[in-house]
């Protein structure tokens, strides 16, 4: 199946250090989700963003849809160690014009990312 | 409010078995999507219901397919299992109409032996 392009694959920081990871597609998105899952678990939302250009923060995240539709990134500053996680990008099509009404979500391959004190 | 619920928990089954999966979306959500999670790789997308109707199917063969029940709920079954079926897989629901965003499962752990 069909998987986003996520980099980069893992990361180890330092507790403080701020984090960047992007997500890129061969092909436009309406929307792009940002999720953290935790290992045995569901991925949890952390950001939407539904509009070419947003700039969304959620805490000490931040998250940006690309101009173009086909990227998307996320920014994590001032890590903390319970940021520890794999970090998903998502992207979903609108399949009616009319409603607005989604489809799918299509995945990004995960950036693991791992926080020492 | 009470999120989206997923049972079992674990399920441990045999080549050629068949295994049932179920979900409970978020109360007044109509849409029930099912991902499947390998080990180590990333979500990829099975199935979508709406209204009891399956809207879109993943690259996924017919021996995974499933349903959706009045109340919502969802089940999916996943027949004539192989080792490769094991997997977390999740459930994740959403309002229906208007960009929506999916809210996931914890996920039923399958293990085929």
């Known amino acids: 199946g069909q998987q986003l392009n996520q980099s980069p694959q893992s990361m180890f920081i330092q507790e403080g250090e701020d984090v960047s990871m992007n997500c890129t597609s061969s092909s436009i998105f309406n929307t792009w989700l940002w999720y953290k899952q935790d290992p045995g678990e569901g991925p949890v939302l952390l950001i939407a963003?539904?509009?070419?250009?947003e700039l969304t923060s959620n805490g000490r995240l931040t998250a940006q849809f690309g101009i173009t539709r086909k990227d998307s990134f996320l920014n994590i500053s001032a890590s903390i160690p319970s940021d520890v996680g794999i970090y998903f990008c998502a992207g979903q099509r609108r399949l009616d014009a009319n409603t607005g009404t989604a489809s799918k979500l299509t995945f990004g391959t995960g950036t693991r990312l791992q926080v020492t004190l | 409010e009470a999120g989206v619920t997923q049972s079992p928990t674990h399920l441990i089954k045999t080549r050629g078995q068949q295994a049932t999966l179920r979900c409970s979306p978020i109360s007044g959500h109509t849409s029930v999507y099912w991902y499947q999670q390998a080990l180590g790789l990333g979500l990829q997308f099975l199935l979508w219901y709406d209204e009891g109707e399956e809207r879109n199917r993943g690259n996924f063969p017919p021996r995974f397919s499933g349903r959706q029940f009045p109340n919502y709920s969802s089940e999916l079954n996943v027949n004539a299992l192989e080792l490769e079926d094991s997997a977390l897989y999740l459930c994740a629901s959403s309002l229906f109409g208007g960009p929506d965003t999916q809210y996931f499962g914890p996920g039923t752990r399958l293990t085929v032996l």
């Open positions: 963003l539904y509009k070419a250009g």
